[in-house]
């Protein structure tokens, strides 16, 4: 997974808000359970005081203190039901006080005796060492000798019972919901990214060979919409600047072809004038190599600007790439011959592949011409054909010169030379390895570079075989 994606981050916010959101909720609502809790408990010990004072006090100076006790004891019995009831004058006199609760949640004996001097019912939570204790006071009465104070108390223990199961439901369905947010969230985010991922797949498809394709727009009205349209419209001024520039080129091109075939010729018809000084022959000579460079960098660009044009696949044809390539061996093989070099063909028999014949044949003679030209005298260059599953491989490779690690990624640009001086004295105009990859793309074909300097390079083609059931002629 990448953690600098987009939508890792936004899952990530999202999950990390969403937690933090659900713990907040999960603390306020035990929060409120507990408030809410012990509100109704005080609310039930406070009418369960008041019921006591205004039943059982109102008898009490003609009964007496201890029928009042006893039917307390009859009437609500305190320790068998786990409460807390106190009854005490104003003087400070105890008149009635519960025992040891069953459950033993607290002890009575502890809890401290109320505030003598308040006239109205109060209420008090009280920490003690075995639990807390709620507890709800009445008073009742007026003149100090007839006022009393009647305490009810309970313990906290089924509260926070309650409380502690609620917690561990919290506990457990939070990261639950959480995971499931989150993995909704994941899908969500995913499907709001989707449209930017077919954006981005579409765009890494678009080259200079197929700009008159465009992205899909998405009619959502958002950003997304307005971003697909504007690439588009970019998308649209750049093929128009291409289809300029490659106009000029294949323009340029066709219209210098004349006027250099004109000044060879005159070159030429001049250097054939017997009353020449040697000097005047030899600037004639050199002016005719120039002419003949300028000549080959125009045929190339041309070349270029057809392969652009797609001519590449106007005569496909079904062939055998072994054959092609063994031929052209042998046809190139006397320029290796001058530099002493030995060219050797390994070529498997029926490898067939589609394409423009004349075009495929091209890149084998640029392939081995370059090899030539950079591999010192007697060298050595191996040309092998060979099938690998669904693909036919053409390697060539050499022990020449080689090429700088630097430079591996530049060269099938344009005009690119590894040492411009020594390609200028070689005859070299950079051209012929980007027209190898030109008809390589023409052809669905992958080619690939591979070389350590002073040991040699190796460069590789990776065509797709021919379809079993393809007929023969043009694509």
């Avoid at 201890?66 to 609500?76: F, K, Q, R, S, T």
């Avoid at 308040?118 to 009465?141: C, H, M, N, W």
């Avoid at 370059?370 to 690998?388: D, F, H, S």
Wanted: net charge neutral; with cysteine; proline share 4%.
């Amino acid at each position: 997974m990448n953690t600098r994606s987009l939508s890792f981050r936004l899952v990530t916010w999202y999950a990390g808000l969403l937690t933090i959101v659900f713990v907040l909720l999960g603390a306020l609502t035990i929060i409120f359970l507990r408030h809410y809790l012990e509100a109704n408990l005080l609310d039930i010990q406070a009418r369960r005081a008041q019921q006591i004072a205004d039943t059982l006090l109102t008898a009490a100076s003609r009964t007496g203190d201890a029928v009042v006790a006893g039917e307390i004891e009859d009437l609500y019995s305190p320790e068998v039901n786990d409460r807390f009831i106190r009854i005490t004058r104003a003087d400070g006199h105890v008149v009635y006080a519960s025992g040891k609760p069953k459950d033993a949640g607290f002890d009575p004996s502890r809890v401290p005796p109320p505030s003598l001097t308040r006239d109205k019912g109060f209420q008090r939570k009280e920490s003690l060492p075995s639990g807390s204790l709620l507890i709800a006071a009445r008073t009742y009465g007026d003149t100090r000798e007839t006022r009393y104070i009647v305490e009810v108390g309970v313990s906290t223990a089924r509260t926070e019972a309650t409380l502690s199961q609620v917690l561990i439901m919290l506990a457990v369905g939070l990261p639950i919901a959480v995971c499931v947010a989150v993995a909704g969230g994941f899908i969500l985010v995913r499907r709001a990214l989707k449209p930017v991922d077919r954006l981005s797949h579409k765009a890494e498809e678009i080259t200079q060979h197929n700009l008159s394709e465009r992205l899909p727009v998405m009619r959502s009205g958002d950003e997304l919409e307005r971003l697909s349209l504007s690439l588009n419209l970019m998308i649209s001024r750049l093929e128009d600047a291409i289809q300029s520039s490659k106009q000029f080129v294949a323009d340029a091109s066709h219209e210098l072809r004349t006027p250099l075939a004109v000044l060879r010729g005159e070159l030429e018809s001049l250097a054939q004038e017997a009353q020449l000084k040697s000097q005047t022959r030899e600037t004639l000579g050199s002016m005719l190599e120039e002419v003949d460079r300028l000549a080959e960098i125009v045929e190339g660009l041309l070349a270029l600007s057809r392969l652009d044009t797609g001519e590449a696949q106007a005569e496909w044809v079904r062939f055998d790439l072994a054959e092609l390539a063994a031929t052209t061996a042998d046809q190139i093989s006397l320029l290796a011959e001058d530099k002493n070099i030995t060219l050797v063909c390994e070529a498997s028999t029926n490898v067939p592949v589609e394409g423009d014949r004349a075009r495929l044949k091209q890149v084998v003679v640029n392939l081995l011409d370059n090899a030539i030209k950079y591999t010192p005298n007697g060298g050595r260059i191996r040309m092998k054909i060979t099938r690998e599953g669904d693909y036919a491989l053409l390697d060539v490779s050499d022990d020449g010169i080689g090429i700088p690690p630097e430079a591996l990624s530049h060269v099938f640009k344009r005009f690119y030379r590894v040492d411009g001086s020594r390609s200028r004295e070689q005859g070299g105009a950079g051209l012929g390895l980007s027209i190898v990859k030109s008809i390589c793309a023409a052809h669905g074909a992958q080619v690939e570079v591979a070389s350590v300097p002073g040991k040699g390079s190796s460069f590789r083609i990776r065509q797709p075989l021919a379809r079993e059931s393809a007929a023969l002629g043009p694509s």
